[in-house]
């Protein structure tokens, strides 16, 4: 049976290791393996998931399988208390297209009562997030971009009233 909780400290270093396999895997046409390392030892640090999982203004869901952590969601609310910013949201390849990324984000999107709409960014070439986001009812509204280490990631933003 899946469960859905939140995540603690000591998940740190499993969720770590998810992100970074997930990332080898989804990117795995998108960046280079040195340009996975790279993006994904600042952004998936053990000392920032740390601080992340115990912040109070960030929500922190795990989904897991008995004892292993098998999909995560993170998120927090923009400042002027209107939009949930999905920050992160990623489900090992095993247990894809069973409806724990989608339950994920209802869950997530749970815990905002007070939010009017949802957003998030996604890489232009991740077909597959796009796809799946545009099922569950988001709609692309912009572009932006990171810099991480040099590497340029290019984003659409996508948005979905709640
Ligand atoms: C994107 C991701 C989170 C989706 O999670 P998932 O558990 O595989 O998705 P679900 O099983 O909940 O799918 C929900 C619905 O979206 C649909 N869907 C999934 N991928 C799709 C795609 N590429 N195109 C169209 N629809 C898609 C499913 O068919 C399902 O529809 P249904 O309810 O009618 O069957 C997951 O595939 C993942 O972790 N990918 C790699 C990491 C990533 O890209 N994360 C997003 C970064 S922004």
Partial sequence: MITFQKAGSKDVRKIRNLLYQSWTRTYANIFSPEEIKSISSNW???ELLAKQINDPS???L??????K????????????GSTLNIERLHVINDY???????KLTSKIIGMFSKAVKVELEVEK???SAI???QKLGFKKVGNTSFEESGI???????QKEL
């Fill in 96 to 102: 894809q297209g069973k409806g724990i990324g989608s």
């Fill in 125 to 127: 070439n991740n077909q």
């Fill in 69 to 80: 952590i098998i999909g995560m969601c993170n998120g927090s609310m923009s400042k002027d």
């Fill in 152 to 158: 340029k990631i290019p984003c659409f933003v996508m």
């Fill in 62 to 67: 795990i989904a897991k399988d008995k004892d």
């Fill in 131 to 133: 796809g799946f986001y």
């Fill in 44 to 46: 998936h640090s053990i």
């Fill in 58 to 60: 960030i929500s922190f």
